[in-house]
């Protein structure tokens, strides 16, 4: 009766230490998948407040030795007094940071690095396509600065900054304001001094071939890019436009206009397309941009007293459109006397 009695206690008490470990395994492990749960939405939460809510300042990237302060497009940025390793975000701070003598460890590409900088972006890791800049790319590249403009770059610019100082010019140099950028790019590399002789020789080169052309203002230039059939024009207020301008050429009264940088315009408005001379932009990156040879060919384009004078320039898109920096637009300017001179 005794011994029937005490066993009872003891199977209760191993049958209750079964369950204890066993309610207590499970308990663990539900907290730790909780925990990592917990953790994952923390992160998803940090990184959506980090888009709505875009500092002022540098949050967190730390830069090793003294710096200096950039007043830039989004606020103020420390960056370091001589940048290592910089990722640059659009084409323009990538042309302004070679033409400084400076190679980014990292660069966004359209499709490629542009062809007219030669070998010195052979050692360039891309870092996204066009404007989807890779975050995690950026990272492991471990940058001491990061340069771009604030159209393609403002939404993730919390998050860059996070990573290392991170410097935006207030527009992407399309607009013909591109000096005003190379300027911020080159203070930001601590080049300013350097980027002034430049802005200074290729004031230079453009004055030299302004002199060139006798009669430079009876020019009247044209400037397409068809896509698809459909004719997109570049004003006086784009990248090219303002090269154009500094070496007083004149341009057809329908892209005169300074307050878009590109309009489209209707293939039967021929007359709004013509000109002088025609440089047409031609680019691999996107489909249906066209070449010389099926441009000139065109039943429509063939109408073109440019097309009949046969004064039609195939240009690249990643010089004349996207480079929109000091090494660009010094290259137009070859561009046009490569055209232009020869039937002067």
């Known amino acids: 009766m005794f011994q029937s009695y005490a066993r009872k206690p003891a199977s209760r008490t191993l049958l209750g230490t079964l369950l204890g470990t066993l309610l207590g395994t499970l308990s663990k492990t539900l907290a730790q998948r909780f925990a990592q749960v917990a953790a994952v939405g923390l992160l998803l939460s940090s990184c959506q407040a ?32 001589a940048p290592a390793r910089v990722v640059v975000l659009d084409t323009a701070p990538l042309d302004a940071a070679i033409a400084l003598g400076i190679t980014p460890v990292g660069s966004i590409a359209y499709g490629t ?11 360039i890791s891309i870092v996204g396509d066009g404007n989807q800049p890779n975050l995690e790319a ?57 980027a002034e002789q430049l802005i200074q020789n290729y004031q230079a080169q453009a004055e030299q071939l302004k002199q060139q052309f006798s009669q430079a203002e009876t020019l009247e230039i044209s400037v397409l890019s068809p896509f698809d ?10 990248f090219p436009g303002a090269v154009l301008q500094d ?87 070859t561009d046009i006397e490569q055209c232009i001179a020869p039937a002067d």
């Open 229 to 238: 059939g459909q004719p997109w024009t570049y004003t006086a207020g784009s």
């Open 113 to 123: 690095l542009p062809t007219y900088l030669g070998n010195n972006v052979e050692s």
């Open 50 to 81: 980090s888009s709505n809510n875009l500092s002022t300042t540098n949050p967190s990237a730390e830069p090793l030795g003294p710096t200096r302060t950039i007043e830039h497009a989004i606020g103020t940025s420390q960056v370091p007094i």
């Open 247 to 333: 070496i007083g050429l004149s341009r057809n009264p329908a892209q005169a206009g300074t307050r878009r940088y590109a309009i489209k315009l209707s293939q039967e408005a021929l007359n709004k397309l013509d000109g002088d001379y025609i440089f047409l932009v031609y680019s691999s990156y996107f489909p249906g941009s066209l070449k010389k040879e099926a441009f000139v060919s065109d039943p429509i384009w063939s109408q073109l007293n440019a097309v009949q004078q046969e004064n039609v320039c195939e240009v690249p898109n990643e010089t004349w459109i996207a480079g929109r920096s000091i090494l660009a637009a010094s290259q137009i300017l």
């Open 138 to 194: 950026i990272l492991q590249l471990k940058p001491d600065l990061i340069l771009g403009s604030k159209p393609g770059t403002e939404k993730i610019y919390a998050q860059l900054s996070q990573i290392a100082p991170t410097v935006l010019s207030t527009d992407s140099g399309r607009k013909g304001d591109w000096p005003e950028h190379f300027r911020l790019y080159a203070e930001a590399l601590g080049k300013s001094e350097q």
